[in-house]
């Protein structure tokens, strides 16, 4: 595995290059990105990046993404159908919805879209049934949907530091469901006690 952290010495030795890490310029990727189809990890960095293109689908092999920037508010579903994805992380940019996907399911396994825009649950849950750990800590979410159960394999869920005041989770629909995160909430004090008693679920904070 060859790690390089910079582009341009990673379109030197394109097929060497299988993990990338660079800060990025500019509100679209670099086009001689999309070149460097050995890639597995990528991750990127950038205050500008507006935009992530539908060229992303040309890095077959990528198996780890990793993009942050605060301007970055959607992705294209072929970063998600890429066929070898497992984990991608997508934490601080200003995502408030993910694109639909039909007809087709998402490889992704770890999902991290803490401290975006997010308002609810993304509307595609159906798409991403391999998902085990899905982070949505640091959003704006208020209540969610039955679309939650379709994440049958999920294991761990943090819904940290939303704006929750209720929690109608049935557990029993996620049967892989072993780690569940909902500091930081504003739940009332009876929703707080009914959350103990119903579901077994113990905090160190309910606040």
């Known amino acids: 595995m060859a790690i390089f952290k ?5 379109l030197e ?3 060497e290059a299988t993990v990338l890490k660079i800060k990025t310029k500019g509100a679209t990727l670099p086009n001689e990105l999309f070149t460097l189809t050995s890639l ?6 950038s205050s500008e990046l507006k935009t992530v293109q539908e060229d992303i689908a040309a890095l077959s ?7 942050q920037s605060k301007e970055l508010k959607e992705v294209p579903r072929e970063l998600l159908l890429l066929p070898k994805l497992k984990s991608l992380n997508l934490s601080a940019c ?3 919805s993910l694109p639909p996907i039909v007809g087709a399911n998402s490889p992704v396994q770890i999902l991290n879209l803490s401290s975006n825009k997010l308002k609810s649950l993304p509307l595609n849950m159906e798409s991403l049934s391999k998902l085990k750990e899905l982070n ?6 208020e209540s969610f949907t039955d679309s939650i159960y379709f994440l049958e394999e999920i294991v761990r869920l943090n819904l940290n530091s939303n704006k929750l ?6 557990t029993d629909k996620l049967p892989n469901l072993k780690f569940l995160s909902i500091d930081h909430n504003p739940f009332p004090e009876e929703e ?3 959350i103990q008693k119903d579901l077994g679920l113990w905090f160190e904070q309910f606040t």
Not at 6 to 10: N, P, Q, T
């Open 94 to 96: 200003s995502i408030s």
């Open 6 to 10: 910079s582009l341009k010495k990673a």
């Open 40 to 45: 597995t990890q990528l991750y990127i960095q």
């Open 61 to 67: 092999k990528l198996e780890t993404v990793n993009i």
């Open 136 to 141: 949505l800590s640091n959003n704006d979410i």
């Open 192 to 194: 707080k006690q009914r």
């Open 13 to 15: 030795a394109p097929q």
């Open 165 to 170: 005041k209720s929690l109608n989770l049935k």
